[in-house]
C-alpha cells in the first residue's frame, strides 16, 4: 500500500485512495467535443466516501448542449483502480488516459486518445499542484491528464450514434475530502487555429488555521506550455465574477494572462463534501472565453482569441475568492 501511494503521488493521474475508508472522494473528468461542435460531453467516473465509512463508486455524463446530467451509481466493490498505472474498471466501464469504454444504461461505446499533452512534471514538482502535492492535509488535490487530444470513436447515447472522431478533448482529475466553499474553474480547447488550450482556477485553500486564495492558470501555445501558478511568483491580479461573467488577470515576470468569461447556461452536478457527493455545482460547457496573453520581455501579444465550447463553474462562496 505505501509503494502504490508513493507511485501515485509522482504520477497524479493514478489511484491516491489507497487505504482510504472514509472521508474521502477521487473523481476523474473526461471532456469529450466531437469535430464539427455540435455535441459536448462530460464522463466523470470516481468514488466517494463519507465519515461514516459509507462508500459509492459513480459515473457522471453531463450532455452540455442538451444541459442535463445523469448520476449511474455503483457498489464500491466495483470500482478496481489499477496500481502502477492509471487504469479504473467500474463495472463493465474502462477508464485510462488512452481511452474509455462505456456500459451505461445511456450511454454505451469506446473512443481512443491521441497526442495528449500533460501538465508539465518533474521529481520536485510532480503535475499541476506542485509542491502542494507534497503537503499531506490540503482539502483538494488537482491533477491534468491532458490539456488537449484528439479523439476517436463511436458512442451510442440514449439510442444516438454518435461520431466522435477528429473531435478534442480534455482529461483532469480532483482528490481530496472536499471541493473549495468558493472558486472558479474554466477550461477550453477550442480557438480559431487548433493547438491551442486555456485551462485556469481560482480557489479559497484551507491552510492550517487560516487561508489563502490560491490558483492556477496554463496556456497550451502549439508546442509549449506557459504557467501561472501561486508556487512559481506569479500573482493574481483581478479575480471576479457576477452572474454574466468572470475575470481573471494573472501576472509574473515574464507573461500576463487576461481572461474575460461569458457565462451561459449551467447544469447540477453531483459534488463532494467530505467525501460523499451530498453538494451541488453548477457547470456550462457553452461558455465563450476571451483570452489575451502579453510576452512582458518582448513586449508582444502571443495569443488574443476567443475560445468556444469552454467548461465554466463558479461554485460556492466566490465572494472569499474575489480581487479587484
Not at 42 to 64: H, K, R, T, W, Y
Request: proline letters at 3%; hydrophobic letters at 40%.
Amino acid at each position: 500500500m505505501i509503494k502504490n501511494k508513493l507511485q501515485a503521488l509522482f504520477h497524479p493521474e493514478q489511484y491516491h485512495g489507497w487505504g482510504k475508508t472514509k472521508k474521502y472522494f477521487e473523481g476523474w473528468y473526461y471532456k469529450i467535443i466531437n469535430s464539427d461542435e455540435t455535441k459536448a460531453f462530460a464522463f466523470i467516473p470516481g468514488i466517494a466516501m463519507d465519515e461514516n465509512g459509507s462508500q459509492q463508486a459513480f459515473v457522471q455524463v453531463l450532455d452540455g448542449k442538451k444541459l442535463t446530467a445523469e448520476y449511474h451509481k455503483f457498489d464500491a466493490k466495483q470500482f478496481i483502480p489499477a496500481k502502477g498505472k492509471f487504469e479504473v474498471k467500474l463495472g463493465d466501464n474502462f477508464f485510462s488516459t488512452k481511452k474509455i469504454k462505456l456500459d451505461l444504461p445511456t450511454a454505451q461505446g469506446e473512443l481512443t486518445f491521441e497526442n495528449q499533452i500533460p501538465w508539465s512534471s518533474s521529481w520536485y514538482s510532480p503535475g499541476i499542484m506542485g509542491p502542494f502535492s507534497f503537503v499531506p492535509f490540503m482539502q483538494c488535490y488537482h491533477g491534468i491528464l491532458s490539456m488537449d487530444h484528439s479523439i476517436h470513436g463511436t458512442l451510442k447515447i440514449k439510442g444516438e450514434e454518435i461520431d466522435f472522431s477528429n473531435g478534442r478533448g480534455y482529461m483532469e482529475k480532483d482528490w481530496g475530502r472536499s471541493f473549495p466553499s468558493g472558486y472558479i474553474w474554466m477550461q477550453t480547447n477550442h480557438f480559431s487555429q487548433s493547438g491551442i488550450s486555456l485551462k485556469a482556477s481560482v480557489a479559497k485553500i484551507p491552510w492550517l488555521t487560516s487561508s489563502f486564495v490560491g490558483f492556477i492558470g496554463g496556456v497550451w501555445l502549439h508546442d509549449r506550455l506557459i504557467e501561472f501558478t501561486t508556487y512559481n511568483f506569479t500573482r493574481l491580479r483581478k479575480s471576479f465574477a457576477d452572474e454574466k461573467k468572470v475575470e481573471l488577470v494573472l501576472e509574473n515576470r515574464n507573461h500576463r494572462l487576461e481572461i474575460f468569461a461569458h457565462r451561459e447556461a449551467a447544469t447540477s452536478l453531483a459534488s463532494p463534501i467530505l467525501g460523499f457527493m451530498d453538494g451541488r455545482i453548477e457547470e456550462s460547457m457553452t461558455a465563450k472565453i476571451e483570452v489575451k496573453l502579453f510576452d512582458k520581455k518582448n513586449k508582444k501579444v502571443l495569443l488574443e482569441d476567443t475560445g468556444r465550447n469552454a467548461g465554466l463553474e463558479v461554485a460556492g462562496k466566490v465572494s472569499e475568492i474575489l480581487i479587484a
